[in-house]
T-cell receptor, first 115, second 113 residues
């Protein structure tokens, strides 16, 4: 079975500071990994995904994530936080095959950006 | 391009009533999913569907029923609503061509009194 653990339900950073949101996964097969963002009262929007190509993945809005197999991690980073980055972020894992590429989500991390 | 829509966006109902949440997508994606979002749990899969007339249970299917007579529609029915079903419900769709990327609707906030 696959699972995702997001360390820290809330993360607070100052505007302009580094954003680091942590995600560790468990999977018995090579995983596909995703980061989604949810703004208040909206659905989830894909930020980026890893599908066994380059281990450093660049996404929208200046975010990137690095797949580290040895650490079973897929942490999300952004060099300089912006007020508009305040949202909830979800890490998700899929086995990339089989029935509809089902996603297993982490519990989410709420990012607060202070001015 | 309407994408994926859900209705109603907000619903208040009472314990024991039947409620149907609608989901419609315009992309002709073969796969569709229903999730519920609860604080501290992230999103949990209720049911999913690979095509019209093909559905299967997810992680938390008890108390829910789905159908998929047309590719574009995937309604979720709570047969007899309970307070524990108070949640935000999201519908999503995907296509095998997009390597697992799912596209989400705006959600339905359901309150069961």
């Amino acid at each position: 079975a696959q699972s995702v653990t997001q360390l820290g339900s809330h993360v607070s950073v100052s505007e302009g500071a580094l954003v680091l949101l942590r995600c560790n996964y468990s999977s018995s097969v090579p995983p596909y990994l995703f980061w989604y963002v949810q703004y208040p009262n909206q659905g989830l929007q894909l930020l980026l995904k890893y599908t066994s190509a380059a281990t450093l993945v660049k996404g929208i809005n200046g975010f990137e994530a690095e797949f580290k197999k040895s650490e079973t991690s897929f942490h999300l980073t952004k060099p300089s936080a912006h007020m508009s980055d305040a949202a909830e972020y979800f890490c998700a894992v899929s086995d990339g095959r089989g029935y509809g590429n089902k996603l297993v989500f982490g519990a989410g991390t709420i990012l607060r950006v202070k001015s | 391009d309407a994408g994926i829509t859900q209705s109603p966006r907000y619903k208040i109902t009472e314990t024991g009533r039947q409620v149907t949440l609608m989901c419609h997508q315009t992309w002709s994606h073969s796969y569709m999913f229903w999730y519920r979002q609860d604080l501290g749990h992230g999103l949990r899969l209720i049911y999913y569907s690979a095509a019209a007339d093909i559905t299967d249970k997810g992680e938390v299917p008890d108390g829910y029923v789905v159908s998929r007579s047309k590719t574009e529609n995937f309604p979720l029915t709570l047969e007899s609503a309970t307070r524990s079903q108070t949640s935000v419900y999201f519908c999503a769709s995907s296509t095998p061509m997009r390597a697992g990327t799912q596209y989400f609707g705006p959600g339905t906030r359901l309150l069961v009194l």
